[in-house]
């Protein structure tokens, strides 16, 4: 199996995106944490799909049940997927959502792809062999973060970090041209990989929102660590901060926190 087969895969359930119309919503616990019929259908094509080209892997996915980690998902290959990422974008057809396919080796990030279907853009990376995107190299910008546009994700299923999450984008604002709210964690990282932003912060994602991003991102120069500067959990959630290569340190704003 190669990257080009992932891509493959996260292609196709991006067409599943593009031709779904008005899909069935149900609530998952949190606040307005949906999922649709489409979200499942997508995870189960993935599932499908990636099985037959890697059989031996785990899976760790957001949607059908396979959510938990576990130790076997340590060892060997496990798929991590996110079958639509910004899936409230989706109800709302807000774009973009996401497609987002991690493969961790022995807990690791090993190779990564995340399509945007309705920009027909194919992130992809494979661990020390550099970003790309539709198949040319990408690096993140070098400018300072008072030249480029910061994003961040409002942690929208835990209410208990609200504040301290707006706290921090209000110390940022200044710091930077101004702020971008997406609605997809992957994507967010993927700007950033790009050189759309110059800063991505969150204070609470899943493994799956970003275990195929920061692999992209961090091939494209970016540190990728939590809010803290440590590194990312690839066993359970996190908060996750990812920086350009223009910017050289932490902002205050983090700790002051
Ligand atoms: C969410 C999106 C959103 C982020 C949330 C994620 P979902 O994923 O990535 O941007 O703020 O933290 O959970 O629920 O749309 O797959
Ligand atoms: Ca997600």
């Given at each position: 199996m190669t990257i080009e087969d992932i891509k493959q895969t996260a292609r196709e359930a991006g067409n599943i995106l593009l031709t779904a119309r008005r899909p069935k919503i149900m609530e998952k616990s949190g606040h307005a944490n949906f999922v649709t019929e489409t979200d499942e259908k997508v995870q189960r094509f993935l599932v499908d799909k990636l099985k037959d080209l890697l059989p031996e892997a785990e899976f760790l996915g957001e949607?059908?049940?396979?959510d938990e980690f576990s130790a076997?998902?340590?060892?060997?290959f496990c798929f991590v997927i996110d079958?639509?990422?910004g899936t409230s974008n989706f109800i709302y057809e807000y774009r973009p959502s996401v497609v987002s396919i991690g493969l961790l080796r022995d807990g690791k990030p090993y190779m990564a792809v995340v399509y945007n279907p309705y920009d027909d853009m194919m992130f992809s990376a494979v661990a020390g062999e550099g970003a790309y995107m539709n198949g040319e190299r990408i690096m993140s910008s070098e400018a300072p973060l008072s030249e480029q546009l910061s994003c961040f994700g409002t942690?929208?299923?835990?209410?208990?970090l609200r504040d301290k999450s707006f706290d921090i984008a209000k110390k940022l604002l200044p710091l930077c041209v101004d702020l971008r709210r997406s609605g997809t964690a992957a994507w967010d990282m993927c700007c950033v990989a790009i050189g759309r932003c110059g800063l991505y912060f969150e204070l609470k994602i899943q493994i799956w929102d970003y275990a195929a991003a920061a692999l992209i991102a961090q091939e494209a120069g970016c540190s990728v660590t939590?809010?803290?500067?440590k590194p990312l959990s690839y066993t359970g959630p996190s908060s996750a901060l990812c920086m350009s290569r223009g910017v050289k340190k932490i902002p205050d704003c983090f700790k002051e926190a």
């Open positions: 949607e059908d049940g396979q076997k998902m340590a060892k060997g079958p639509i990422d942690a929208p299923y835990y209410e208990e939590d809010t803290e500067g």
